[in-house]
């Protein structure tokens, strides 16, 4: 069985950074594609970046390109998302997601529990 475990969310200042990271267990690691996506209180989910399992091919949407990196350590099992310039509107949920074909739709096959990122002076 599949499972995901988001870690690294918490409350920073605008302008601060933070990373967080996704351990996942019970998958065949070169089949998937992994991406993180973040929800607000009254929101859809939003795509936010992903990658393939070689890391060699990410994606990300453009309201986070530049400031936003999605990396993974194949021996530890785990992806990353390194948040950087953080503003207030970034505040949401933040869940981690596997899949086996790359999409910018929420319809991921698997996702973690999500983790809270608040941003606020």
């Known amino acids: 069985q599949v499972q995901l475990v988001e870690s690294g969310g918490g409350l920073v200042q605008p302008g601060e950074s933070l990373r967080l990271s996704c351990v996942f267990s019970?998958?065949?690691?070169?089949?998937?594609?992994w991406g993180w996506f973040r929800q607000a209180p009254g929101k859809e989910r939003e795509f936010l970046a992903a990658?393939?399992?070689?890391?060699?091919?990410?994606n990300y949407s453009d309201s986070v390109k530049g400031r936003f990196t999605i990396s993974r350590d194949v021996w530890k099992n785990m992806v990353f998302l390194q948040m950087n310039n953080l503003k207030p509107e970034d505040t949401a949920a933040y869940y981690c997601?596997?899949?086996?074909?790359?999409?910018?739709?929420?319809?991921?096959?698997?996702w973690g529990q999500g983790t809270q990122v608040t941003v606020s002076s």
């Open positions: 019970g998958v065949v690691y070169g089949n998937y594609i």
């Open positions: 990658i393939d399992w070689r890391g060699t091919s990410m």
């Open positions: 997601a596997a899949n086996h074909a790359f999409s910018q739709k929420p319809d991921y096959a698997y």
